[in-house]
């Protein structure tokens, strides 16, 4: 399993673009690229998964180098409401015997 | 769709004494996982199920056992507990995918 790295804290202002970058210099692969959003006192939620390159959806961005040993998700004008722990997972997207493991995530603080 | 539910929502346990949780879900997901959460700590895996009658080891599964005897239903019992065992547990399930579908979680204090 890919170990991935993430800052352990980051604070913002509303309105500003938050770049959460996450390290998995061991990835393989088949490996894709995960990232969940937890709100305190609630269970994580998916918001993004990519493989290679860049890919958008109506809440973020995840940018992936060629190298794919890092990735970078991207959330565009924060709210106060993105106040939230962020975690970045690596690991197969179609396979049996499927463990996933957290790390212990970004704590993402929005000021007003 | 319910999703994913957790009964209960909390519950406070002396040491010693034992208690299941149950997960269910109505998404015809094989996929289902137990995860504790400790106050500041990311989520750990205590034991998951790729299917309907199997079960697998997480990340910190001893002192917990689980059974899968329905599809859509994933247990989780404690035999004994130990306040080491005071936490948030989550329950969740993906079909196929990395996205998992997480319920609202326990809070479980033992004393």
């Known amino acids: 399993l890919a170990k991935t790295t993430q800052p352990i804290s980051m604070d913002s202002y509303e309105g500003q673009e938050v770049n959460i970058t996450c390290s998995h210099n061991n990835i393989a692969t088949n490996d894709y690229i995960t990232w969940y959003q937890q709100f305190p006192s609630q269970g994580p939620r998916f918001i993004i998964q990519?493989?290679?390159t860049k890919v958008t959806n109506e809440v973020a961005s995840l940018f992936i180098p060629a190298d794919r040993k890092s990735s970078t998700l991207s959330l565009p004008r924060v709210s106060l409401s993105d106040t939230a722990v962020y975690y970045c997972?690596?690991?197969?997207?179609?396979?049996?015997?499927?463990?996933?493991?957290f790390g212990k995530g970004t704590r993402l603080h929005i000021l007003p | 769709n319910a999703g994913v539910t957790q009964t209960p929502k909390f519950r406070v346990l002396k040491t010693g004494q034992s208690m299941t949780l149950l997960c269910a879900q109505d998404?015809?997901?094989?996929?289902m996982y137990w995860y504790r959460q400790d106050p500041g700590m990311g989520l750990r895996l205590i034991h998951y199920?790729?299917?309907?009658?199997?079960?697998a080891k997480g990340e910190v599964p001893d002192g917990y056992n689980v059974s899968r005897l329905k599809k859509q239903n994933f247990l989780l019992g404690l035999e004994s507990a130990a306040p080491s065992q005071t936490s948030v547990y989550f329950c969740?399930?993906?079909?196929?995918?990395?996205?998992?579908?997480f319920g609202p979680g326990t809070r479980l204090t033992v004393t």
């Open positions: 998404m015809n997901h094989e996929y």
């Open positions: 199920s790729v299917g309907e009658g199997t079960t």
């Open positions: 997972l690596v690991g197969l997207p179609m396979n049996r015997d499927d463990k996933i493991i």
């Open positions: 990519g493989y290679k």
């Open positions: 969740a399930s993906k079909k196929g995918t990395n996205e998992q579908y």
